[in-house]
């Protein structure tokens, strides 16, 4: 059974970082996609950044030069630092991976298992 448990997030000044963690287990980590979801009140669950089983990385516009997703496959752990954080980012984040192994996809439909999330809260 594939579990995704998410860390890091909380409460920070705009301008200011956080880093995320997501744990996984239940089969072979290296060869799945992995990414970073969030969604803020009253809008859709969007996107933030993807890696690939290869390393190949994605991200939104709105985060590009101040986020980077990595992922440790020793630790099972993928990370998202977060850096000039705006209160736009506001919102609960979610780790995801996807259903099938060496998938490279960025579609929110292929992420098959989610962790539960957790809050940053970005204050202005």
């Known amino acids: 059974q594939v579990q995704l448990v998410e860390s890091g997030g909380g409460l920070v000044q705009a301008g200011g970082s956080l880093t995320l963690s997501c744990a996984a287990s239940?089969?072979?980590?290296?060869?799945?996609?992995m990414a970073w979801f969030r969604q803020a009140p009253g809008k859709e669950r969007e996107i933030v950044a993807g890696?690939?089983?290869?390393?190949?990385?994605y991200y939104r516009d709105s985060v590009k030069g101040r986020f980077t997703i990595s992922r440790d496959n020793n630790k099972n752990t993928m990370y998202l630092q977060m850096n000039s954080l705006k209160p736009d980012d506001t919102a609960v984040y979610y780790c995801?991976?996807?259903?099938?192994?060496?998938?490279?996809?960025?579609?929110?439909?292929?992420?098959?298992?989610w962790g539960q999330g957790t809050q940053v809260t970005v204050s202005s």
């Open positions: 890696i690939s089983w290869s390393d190949w990385t």
């Open positions: 239940g089969r072979t980590f290296s060869n799945y996609g």
């Open positions: 995801a991976t996807v259903q099938v192994a060496y998938q490279i996809t960025w579609d929110l439909k292929n992420y098959a298992y």
